[in-house]
Nanobody
Framework: QVQLVESGGGLVKIGGSLRLSCTAS????????MGWFRQGSGKEREFVAA?????????YYADSVKGRFTISRDNAKNTVYLQMNNLAPEDTAVYYC?????????????????WGQGTQVTVSS
């Protein structure tokens, strides 16, 4: 497994931006697909975005964030990012990054092997 640590969450106003980071250690980062998920209060964890392993670089987004969020990775830094723009109150959640061993990427939580501890994002007026 790979160990994951998220950072970059916080309080932001409606329409603002945040960039989340997730740094990995323990295994070859570039072999993994990486995903971002979120869980609002009282809600199930939901898919946000994913990026395939270093060779593929395919990206996938939930419809609710398409055009506003961008996932990217820097394999030299063992880090995946989630740039979030035009944030809305419904984006308020704990955001988790996860690593998926096939390298292809997935929208499903059960495909991911390792998870970070999460970082809180709160969007308010």
């Amino acid at each position: 497994q790979v160990q994951l640590v998220e950072s970059g969450g916080g309080l932001v106003k409606i329409g603002g931006s945040l960039r989340l980071s997730c740094t990995a250690s323990g295994r070859t980062f570039s072999n993994y697909a990486m995903g971002w998920f979120r869980q609002g209060s009282g809600k199930e964890r939901e898919f946000v975005a994913a990026i395939s392993w270093a060779g593929g670089r395919s990206t996938y987004y939930a419809d609710s964030v398409k055009g506003r969020f961008t996932i990217s990775r820097d394999n030299a830094k063992n880090t995946v990012y989630l740039q979030m723009n035009n944030l809305a109150p419904e984006d308020t959640a704990v955001y988790y990054c996860a690593a998926e061993g096939s390298g292809l990427g997935s929208r499903h939580t059960y495909d991911y092997d390792s998870w970070g501890q999460g970082t809180q994002v709160t969007v308010s007026s």
